[in-house]
C-alpha cells in the first residue's frame, strides 16, 4: 500500500469522528484493527449522535457533507484510495450511540528482505 495515502484516509475519518462528536457529552473515538480472510480491516468508531438514514444512502459521493464549511469530499476520496489498494470502505451506526466507518486492505507476506 502507499503509507500516505491510507494516513490520510485515517487522518480523514479522524477527524470526521471528532466532529460528529462535538458537544456530545460522551466522546469517545476508538480505532481497531484484526485481519479477517486474509483482509485487514480497519474501524474508526465515535460516539457522535450517528448517521442521519438520509445522508447514509449517499455518504460517499462527492459533495455530499452535513459540515457548514465543508466541500463533501472526504469520503469520496477515501473510497477511491481504498478501492484503488483492492480493499472497500462503509459506514455503519453502532447499536448504541455513534457511528463506526470501516475499510479493508489486502493483507501481503513481506519478501525476506523486507
Known sequence: VDPV????????????????????VRRELTVSTKVEDDMAVVSVADTGPGLDETVAARLFQPFVTTKPQGMGMGLSINQTIIRNHGGRLWAVNNPDTGATFQFTLPVSERPDNA
Open 5 to 24: 495515502q491510507i494516513q490520510q484516509v485515517l487522518v480523514n475519518l479522524v477527524r470526521n469522528a471528532l466532529d460528529a462528536m462535538e458537544g456530545q
